[in-house]
């Protein structure tokens, strides 16, 4: 296959390309009356991470899409991170995906047939690791290459996880550790040494697929996936829907290995200042260390997981079985004036 960069194709890197959590608030807002579903369970009021539907038998379909332009140079790597953060979204929802369908954008007279092709075969190893089939999709000719899968899965009702569902006293936990915007960010400019882009796209193309058993647990109570508006975004969104506030200790943050080095250097995502400018006002002052890393936009990030402090064991305990060696990163508290305090 030639030798391609495929980050050379776009502007953006991944689930830095998303609009800013401000001016997505923006557009969403409209005057329409919208018609009552009552089946539909979870929409777009508290920013979840896909729509569940109601069944009526105590099952709800879930429903998500998620695509973006390259993040790494490989094609058959960036079809395996877009379509491990795709699957995300279901698993942090508590649910199990059923099946995918591409979303595919290529610059024809750019980047060859075969190119894409590896795309779309990275795509589908990850579907194929999820257990479930990359069942069609649909394609166009666009000037920058983007990718991403709409899946639908299933859940139980009992375990569907809602950003509303938070509750003061809990411990905050983090499935993977903060950091690929800035290294990937690295790549970008050409700073990154040899090596040290691994370790993030291990992270990248690790399905979540433990959230699905973390959900029946009865302590675990609220869960999200950690993209591109950053943990602080994320972990927002679920105080906001949830009306408390978060404590978050910033030295018990996991981070990639090599960050604060390549954080030095400057090799901040714009994603990152975008999300600061968003809901900064919502977050207790911070370092300009704690801002940049607490912000990062991730891509195919961790699960954040809100567990009350008597289901902590039990949660541990599943999570060390997945090969996870987690330590709580804060706290949920009664509401205060910051939806979330960085110490």
Request: with cysteine.
């Amino acid at each position: 296959m030639e030798s391609i960069k495929l980050t050379e194709y776009s502007h953006g890197a991944g689930c830095g390309c998303k609009i800013s959590p401000m001016l997505l608030d923006e557009i969403l807002v409209t005057s329409r009356k919208s018609i009552e579903y009552p089946q539909l369970l979870v929409g777009n009021a508290n920013k979840d991470d896909a729509a569940a539907f109601d069944l009526g038998n105590g099952t709800s379909v879930l429903s998500t899409t998620d695509f973006f332009m390259p993040i790494v140079d490989d094609a058959f790597t960036f079809g395996q991170i877009a379509a491990t953060n795709a699957l995300s979204d279901i698993y942090a929802m508590g649910g199990k995906p059923l099946m995918a369908i591409s979303i595919f954008g290529w610059p024809i007279e750019k980047l060859s047939a075969e190119v894409a092709r590896e795309v779309i075969d990275g795509g589908r190893s990850i579907c194929d690791e999820a257990g479930i089939p990359l069942a069609g999709g649909h394609s166009i000719d666009s000037p920058e290459p983007i990718f991403g899968l709409a899946v639908t899965g299933l859940v139980e009702n009992r375990n569907l996880m809602q950003n509303s569902n938070g509750e003061e006293d809990c411990l905050i936990f983090i499935t993977k550790p903060l950091g690929i915007g800035i290294l990937t960010t690295a790549q970008k400019q050409k700073k990154i040494e040899e090596g040290h882009i691994e370790p993030a796209i291990k992270a990248m193309t690790t399905l979540n697929k433990v959230g699905a058993e973390f959900a029946p647990l009865e302590g675990v109570i609220a869960m999200t996936d950690v993209t591109g508006f950053g943990l602080l975004g994320h972990l927002v969104e679920i105080c906001e829907a949830s009306n408390i506030s978060a404590n978050i200790w910033f030295d018990k943050v996991p981070l990639l290995p090599n960050v604060e080095k390549y954080r030095a250097l400057g090799c901040i995502p714009g994603g990152a200042r975008k999300n600061f400018m968003s809901y900064g006002s919502k977050i207790s002052e911070m370092t300009q260390q704690q801002r940049e890393i607490l912000c990062d936009a991730q891509t195919s990030g961790g699960l954040l997981v809100i567990v009350k402090k008597d289901g902590v064991d039990a949660f541990l305990e599943l999570a060390q079985k997945s090969a996870l060696h987690l330590e709580a990163i804060g706290e949920t508290i009664a509401r205060v004036e910051h939806l979330v305090v960085v110490a």
